[in-house]
């Protein structure tokens, strides 16, 4: 049904109907978003979110029938931009899939590259370097660390970097910017008890630690 309703709108999509056969598709076929079921026959939609992401940055929006905020928060800490909970109008989830792609990787305009102490962020080519080591991000937490990145010492509530990052149109809930804080601090192995670069302010929002270069 959902692939009926999202074709008669212009989209091509391609059907899997096994975890395993979801992760051989995107390698395969390098689509421009996926909407990836948490209950799969095989393979929990989870597992197949983490493999998907050992090697494409892909937009992934979980579709799950399962509604502790846990399991959304679980999805979204490796990996996932956006979720939708069952029960859903096939609509609905063409105006999600819109929206998510209306957001575009790279989006952020900021040709110059970031340096900074131990940390440079290349807008341009899509890199992060942590020393002498590269930092694998998703589209999303790259941009999001780009936009924290390009305003130093500046505290963005979470409004402001959904606004910025996800879009105005973003339907979900602003925590999620929680999720991908705490998973962004973890790849940049910024401890978040006492962090050096991703800095919290209670009750308002974050901001970026580092001085320019």
């Known amino acids: ?4 309703y999202l074709m008669a709108d212009g989209f091509e999509v391609i059907e ?16 421009d978003l996926v909407l990836l079921d ?23 929006v979980l579709v799950t029938a399962r509604a502790e905020e846990t399991d959304t928060l679980v999805g979204l800490a490796v990996g996932a931009d956006d979720y939708i909970t069952k029960p859903f109008s096939p609509r609905e989830v063409v105006a999600r899939v819109k929206a998510v792609l209306r957001r575009g990787r ?21 890199e992060v370097a942590l020393g ?3 930092v694998r991000l998703s589209a ?30 973003f339907y979900g809930d602003e925590r999620v910017v929680d999720v991908h804080i705490r998973n962004l601090r973890k790849q940049l192995d ?3 008890a006492a962090p050096a670069i991703i800095g919290t302010v209670r009750g308002v929002g974050y901001k970026f630690l580092l001085e320019p270069r």
């Open 106 to 126: 790279g989006q952020v305009d900021s040709p110059a590259r970031l340096v900074f102490d131990g940390l440079t962020i290349d807008p341009a080519a899509r």
């Open 1 to 4: 049904m959902l692939s009926g």
């Open 140 to 169: 999303l937490e790259f941009d999001l660390l780009v936009a924290l990145g390009r305003a130093p010492g500046r505290v963005f509530s979470r409004q402001q970097l959904v606004e910025q990052v996800w879009g105005g149109d």
């Open 132 to 134: 002498d080591r590269s």
């Open 16 to 31: 899997a109907t096994t975890g395993e056969d979801a992760v051989a598709r995107v390698r395969r076929r390098a689509p």
């Open 190 to 192: 910024d401890d978040a």
């Open 38 to 60: 948490v209950m799969l026959p095989d393979v929990d939609g989870i597992e197949v979110l983490r493999r998907i992401r050992t090697f494409s940055d892909v937009y992934i």
